[in-house]
Nanobody, 125 residues
Framework: QVQLVESGGGLVQAGGSLRLSCVAS????????MGWFRQAPGKERDFVAA????????NTADSVKGRFTISRDNAKNTVYLQMNSLKPEDTAVYYC??????????????????WGQGTQVTVSS
């Protein structure tokens, strides 16, 4: 089992920035690809970004490309999501997830094996 705990969410004005963190425990973090997803009220969970276990490759959804950046620090068992130029439509609960496929950077949520509880991000206009 891998336990994931997100933090860093909150209320921010449009145009502002937040950095989300997700700390992993329980297994060797560097063996897992990591992803971020989000879910707005009444909507399905959407892919945001993913990063390989080594950090050598990333994938970012078109809706956030150029504004959001995923990164990881394997020494700290942590994956980050830097969010800049936030928009009201970015409001959602953000979840991090771990995939046993170390090279996976795709958007299919079924490929992710472990999930955190989520952190709320609210962007006011």
């Amino acid at each position: 089992q891998v336990q994931l705990v997100e933090s860093g969410g909150g209320l921010v004005q449009a145009g502002g920035s937040l950095r989300l963190s997700c700390v992993a425990s329980g297994r060797t973090f560097s063996n897992y690809a990591m992803g971020w997803f989000r879910q707005a009220p009444g909507k399905e969970r959407d892919f945001v970004a993913a990063i390989r276990s080594s950090g050598s490759r990333t994938n970012t959804a078109d809706s956030v490309k150029g504004r959001f950046t995923i990164s990881r620090d394997n020494a700290k068992n942590t994956v980050y999501l830097q969010m800049n130029s936030l928009k009201p439509e970015d409001t959602a609960v953000y979840y991090c997830a771990a995939a046993q496929g170390a090279w996976y950077t795709g958007s299919d949520s079924n490929q992710y094996d472990f999930w955190g509880q989520g952190t709320q991000v609210t962007v006011s206009s």
